[in-house]
C-alpha cells in the first residue's frame, strides 16, 4: 500500500488529552482539509461523537480506533461484487485526461497476462495525437494483443473490429481505452454513449462493464467527473489513480458519500506493478499510518 496517509496532521490531536469541542473541531477541519468533504466530514463527526458518548470515552487517545472503524463501515458499505472479473470480461476506461486510463489499462494488463489470461486492447482514443502509440507501448511491455485505427478514426469502429478481433482469437480480457477529450463535453458523452451502444450489440459472450478513472490528487474535480461520467453512463467501478501523491485519501470517503459508487482498484505509482486491490480495511489502516 502506499503511504497515503494523512494521520500526520491528526497525531497531535490523538494524545492522552480530555475530548473537548476543540478536538471535535479540529478534527472535522483536518478532514475537510483532506477532502473528505464537508458533508461527510460532518456526519463522521456527529457519529464519533454519539460512539464516544455511548463507549463512555475520555481521552483522545481512545477515539482513534473508533474513528478508524466507523470510516471502515462507510467504506464496506461500496461493496461490489466485482462482475466483470467473470470472463470473457470487455471493459470500457472512461475518463477525462491525464487521469491515468491508459496507464491503468497497462497495469491491468500487465497482471491478467501475468495470470495466464489473454488480453487485447482496443486503442478507441483516436483524438489525442500519440495515444495509440502510448497504449501499443503498455501493450508491449505486457503481453497483451492491441487493436488501433489511424489517428481520427471512429472510435465506434475501433471497438467493433476489437470485439470482432477479441471473438476470433479467444481474448478472455478486452481493455478499451477511450479518449479523456473530444472537442467539448457533449461530444465526449456522445461519443461515449455510441461505444457502449456498439459494445453491447457486438458483445455476445463478453461481460461489458464501465470503470471510471478518477485522480486523487484533484479532489473535488475528482467528484464533479465522477458526478457528470456517472449520470451519462453506468459506471461498475472507480480506479482511484495516483494515491502515491497524495496525502489526501480522505477523498474515498467524499466519493462513498457523494457518489456511492465502489472504488475498486487503486493507482500507487507510475510502474505496471502499480495497482491494487482497493480493500477498504488496508486503506483507512494506511491513512492513520504513522
Ligand atoms: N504517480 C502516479 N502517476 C500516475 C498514476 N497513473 C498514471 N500516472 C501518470 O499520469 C500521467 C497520465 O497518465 P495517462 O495514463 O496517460 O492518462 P490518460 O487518462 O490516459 O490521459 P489521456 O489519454 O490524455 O486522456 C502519466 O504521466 C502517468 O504516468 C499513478 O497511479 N500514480
Ligand atoms: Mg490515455
Not at 463507549?55 to 471502515?72: A, N, P, S, V
Not at 496507464?103 to 486492447?121: D, E, H, P, W
Request: net charge negative; proline share 1%.
Amino acid at each position: 500500500m502506499a503511504k497515503i496517509g494523512f494521520f500526520g496532521r491528526l497525531k497531535h490531536l490523538f494524545v492522552a488529552s480530555d475530548i473537548t469541542d476543540d478536538f471535535y473541531d479540529e478534527l472535522e477541519e483536518t478532514l475537510i482539509l483532506s477532502d473528505v468533504g464537508m458533508e461527510a466530514s460532518e456526519e463522521i463527526i456527529a457519529e464519533l461523537k454519539r460512539r464516544a458518548g455511548i463507549q463512555g470515552l475520555k481521552f483522545t487517545d481512545e477515539c482513534k480506533e473508533c474513528l478508524k472503524d466507523l470510516m471502515k463501515e462507510r467504506l464496506e458499505e461500496l461493496y461490489s461484487d466485482r462482475f466483470w472479473e467473470t470472463e470473457p470480461a470487455l471493459l470500457m476506461i472512461v475518463g477525462v485526461n491525464g487521469v491515468g486510463k491508459t496507464t491503468t489499462i497497462g497495469k491491468l494488463a500487465s497482471s491478467l497476462v501475468a495470470g495466464g489470461r489473454k488480453v487485447l486492447m482496443v486503442a478507441a482514443d483516436t483524438f489525442r495525437a500519440g495515444a495509440a502509440e502510448q497504449l501499443t507501448v503498455w501493450a508491449e511491455r505486457s503481453g497483451a494483443d492491441i487493436i488501433a485505427q489511424k489517428e481520427g478514426a471512429d472510435p465506434s469502429s475501433v471497438l467493433f473490429d476489437g470485439i470482432a478481433a477479441a471473438k476470433a482469437r479467444g481474448a478472455n480480457v478486452v481493455l478499451v481505452d477511450t479518449a479523456g477529450r473530444l472537442h467539448n463535453k457533449k461530444n465526449l458523452m456522445d461519443e461515449l454513449a455510441k461505444m457502449n451502444r456498439v459494445a453491447e450489440r457486438e458483445a455476445g459472450n463478453y461481460r461489458k462493464a464501465t470503470l471510471i478513472v478518477l485522480d486523487a490528487t484533484t479532489g473535488q474535480n475528482a467528484l464533479n467527473q465522477a458526478r457528470v461520467f456517472t449520470e451519462a453512463t453506468d459506471v461498475a467501478g472507480i480506479i482511484l489513480t495516483k494515491v502515491d501523491g497524495t496525502a489526501k485519501g480522505g477523498v474515498v470517503l467524499a466519493i462513498q458519500q457523494e457518489i456511492g459508487v465502489p472504488i475498486v482498484y487503486l493507482g500507487c505509482g507510475e510502474g505496471k506493478d502499480d495497482l491494487e486491490i482497493f480493500d477498504a480495511d488496508d486503506f483507512v489502516d494506511a491513512m492513520f499510518e504513522e
